[in-house]
């Protein structure tokens, strides 16, 4: 593993991560509202993973790639995994083992990647772009890519009522300083790639955490009711959507 310098924010992001953070109360609170977008989620993903097959793709994070790529049978020419966090990396390298990827694992700040320009053909990362200052963060992963290189990202986005309410409450379920996806923060990723959006859970957060009192199997007559609605008005009024509380992005280097 290589190391670097980092920013303060990373260096924060660091110590955080490395001491551990409180995600169990967390996880079971929205374990019914993401019930069937996971099921979406992982299909779009398989999809749009395909064209990472046999080029060179760098995770921002260490350990997304064994259901991003392993899990869907996707060998790249070359995979790197970058992360803040030694405790974090090294979660990945545990897992590489029994893995057919051979990932390199570095300790890297995001927001100075030490590659060269046009590096990568694919960079992805599962909830990782609201730790990290946007604009610089954004900068970096378009330098790095090749023209019309792909990106893949999940994000949570910051309007949700009922979101911003169980982050308030589940304060020890992350860092500091991560600031969900605001309004500003897509406009300057649609600034640096031709993009598509998946929301996920609008009408699934509250009923979700209702699921969850009333229900042990996320799977019931009341989630599938709030899935169905919530892809409703995805087509059908698309002023809802910033209030979704996840985005999955898809993208093409402009």
């Known amino acids: 593993m290589e190391s670097q310098k980092f920013s303060e924010l990373g260096e924060r992001e660091r110590e955080q991560y490395n001491k551990g953070l409180e995600r169990g109360g967390y996880e079971k609170i929205f374990n019914h509202c993401r019930y069937f977008y996971i099921r979406r989620r992982y299909s779009l993903i398989k999809e749009m993973m395909q064209c990472a097959q046999g080029k060179k793709v760098l995770e921002i994070g260490s350990t997304a790639w064994r259901g991003w790529l392993d899990n869907n049978s996707i060998l790249p020419s070359s995979l790197t995994c970058i992360n803040i966090s030694e405790a974090e990396l090294q979660a990945g390298v545990g897992s590489a ?3 057919d990827n051979s990932p390199d694992f570095i300790l890297m700040d995001a927001h100075d990647l030490q590659f060269e320009d046009g590096t ?4 992805y990362g599962d909830a990782i772009l609201h730790h ?21 990202f999940v994000e949570p986005l910051d309007v949700n009522p009922a979101g911003k309410l169980v982050r308030y409450l589940t304060k020890k379920a992350r860092t500091s300083d991560e600031q969900p996806l605001r309004l500003c923060d897509i406009t300057e990723i649609k600034k640096r790639f031709e993009t598509q959006f ?7 957060v509250p009923c979700g955490v209702l699921s969850g009192m009333l229900f042990k199997n996320p799977s019931n007559s009341l989630m599938r009711f709030a899935f169905r609605v919530d892809q409703f ?7 809802l959507r910033n209030w979704f509380r996840h985005a999955l992005i898809s993208g093409t280097r402009r």
């Open 120 to 123: 990568f053909d694919f960079v």
């Open 198 to 204: 998946f929301y996920e859970e609008l009408l699934s």
């Open 97 to 99: 083992a029994s893995s």
């Open 132 to 152: 990290l200052n946007m604009v610089p963060a954004l900068d970096e992963i378009f330098r790095v890519l090749k023209p019309n290189g792909k990106i893949l």
């Open 233 to 239: 008005l995805d087509r059908n009024f698309s002023w």
